[in-house]
């Protein structure tokens, strides 16, 4: 039998729980988060409350899906997407990689003299912890904004059937992570790949009737470790270890 050398949650994924911002957007709707894509992860909404949509951009075109409770929505890496509040809209996020899309999986649609190197990218996204919460807030705020009027743009683009702009903003967020696939691969070889071999293992042991793991059994929980963080869509409440 192959020991399981996993025991974090289900298939090493990610969760926090969010509560989308309902400050007015850039062009006037009621509320909604900030403009952005992942370059290794899937993440999925689980919508608990309020109504929205989801707004996407990929090279395929723009789509709007509604939310409200009960509505699962997903996608994969490269798919820009933001999250529109029309009111109380709050969501659980599941996310690949033992939550990877918020822990350096994900560029901001920036405009491109923010995207040219790390460092600066760094200072366009930053949210300096030791700030009142207020002026975490207007920073927050700002870049959302930022980041939304360039995503539309890159929609309007789209639209009008040219495809240089995102393809040209997906290259540059591509060079700005690629010092960090490392760590990445690293996250991914300690959580969903041992997560996977582990199932291999527990299939195995079952085929030859060997069912020693089922000893082995284990009940874990935990709670947020953080509340009320300023996140890309909204605050956030982070479960670490899971």
Known sequence: ????????????????????????????????????????CSEGYVVTSGRGAVQTLTASGYRETPLEPGVVAWFTPGTIHRLVN??????????????????????????PDRLVDEATYADAVRIPADLPEAEQA????????LATRRFLELRAATEAGDPGPLADFQRAAAALV??????????????????ARATGGHLDALRERDVRHLA?????STGPTATGRFGMCGRLAVYQGI
Not at 21 to 33: A, I, K, M, S
Not at 178 to 195: I, N, V, Y
């Open 86 to 111: 029309d009111g109380g809209l709050e969501i659980t996020v599941v996310m690949q990689n033992s939550g990877l899309p918020e822990a350096g999986d994900a560029v901001l649609t920036l405009p």
């Open 216 to 220: 082995e059994g284990r009940v874990a």
């Open 1 to 40: 039998m192959v020991t399981s050398a996993y025991d974090g949650f289900p298939g090493a994924v990610g969760v926090s729980r969010l509560s989308v911002y309902d400050w007015p957007t850039v062009e006037g709707l009621p509320g909604g988060g900030t403009p952005h894509l992942h370059l290794a």
């Open 138 to 145: 207007r920073v927050a705020r700002a870049r959302r904004d």
């Open 178 to 195: 690629r010092p960090r696939l490392d760590d990445w691969e690293r996250r991914w070889r300690e959580g969903a790949e041992a997560a």
